[in-house]
T-cell receptor
Framework: KNQVEQSPQSLIILEGKNCTLQCNYTVSPFSNLRWYKQDTGRGPVSLTIMTFSENTKSNGRYTATLDADTKQSSLHITASQLSDSASYICVVNQAGTALIFGKGTTLSVSS | NAGVTQTPKFRVLKTGQSMTLLCAQDMNHEYMYWYRQDPGMGLRLIHYSVGEGTTAKGEVPDGYNVSRLKKQNFLLGLESAAPSQTSVYFC??????????????FGPGTRLTVL
């Protein structure tokens, strides 16, 4: 069954600290993997898109990694800010058509 | 550019009522999508369109109909609303690229409650 599993479900960190969110998938055939940020009450916004040949991709303080062999991805957030409080969604594109969405990790950054 | 806009932002319906959600995009995108987002679940695809005049079913199409009469608009209709359709609805659009390496742009969402 095509699935995208994210962990942890929720996370609380202090402002300025780093954190890493995890994504495991069983989607096949694989086309690419995306990370989205969704602020409360807003639509998801794309952070990164990676194909199987890309191991790392950065977008400012966000760095995504992909291990296509183990079917794992991570999103690392450096020097967190209050504005990073949001839900982070891992999405796998199956064969260039369907997007399989994870349930998301809710991140809360406190001062 | 406004990007992807959705109308209305909020709506409360009674069981059995009908309504239409409007999605509009000004990026000249070919592909448009309707998703629903429920607590504790990932976004699920309801219907999608790969061009003006064409629509197709997604993962959870039952109880919904769609139309794409103009390239920039994608309408989602509920003919007889049910409480199970209480959800947040998101529209998205994208242009096709080789290998599916295409970023989807999402609208702000419509929060629908069916009593």
């Amino acid at each position: 069954k095509n699935q995208v599993e994210q962990s942890p479900q929720s996370l609380i960190i202090l402002e300025g600290k780093n954190c890493t969110l995890q994504c495991n998938y069983t989607v096949s055939p694989f086309s690419n993997l995306r990370w989205y940020k969704q602020d409360t009450g807003r639509g998801p916004v794309s952070l990164t898109i990676m194909t199987f040949s890309e191991n790392t991709k950065s977008n400012g303080r966000y760095t995504a990694t992909l291990d296509a062999d183990t079917k794992q991805s991570s999103l690392h957030i450096t020097a967190s800010q209050l504005s990073d409080s949001a839900s982070y969604i891992c999405v796998v594109n199956q064969a260039g058509t369907a997007l399989i969405f994870g349930k998301g990790t809710t991140l809360s950054v406190s001062s | 550019n406004a990007g992807v806009t959705q109308t209305p932002k909020f709506r409360v319906l009674k069981t059995g009522q009908s309504m239409t959600l409007l999605c509009a995009q000004d990026m000249n995108h070919e592909y448009m999508y309707w998703y629903r987002q429920d607590p504790g679940m990932g976004l699920r695809l309801i219907h999608y369109s790969v061009g003006e005049g064409t629509t197709a079913k997604g993962e959870v199409p039952d109880g919904y109909n769609v139309s794409r009469l103009k390239k920039q608009n994608f309408l989602l209709g509920l003919e007889s609303a049910a409480p199970s359709q209480t959800s947040v609805y998101f529209c998205a659009s994208t242009r096709p690229t080789s290998g599916g390496y295409n970023e989807q742009f999402f609208g702000p969402g419509t929060r629908l409650t069916v009593l």
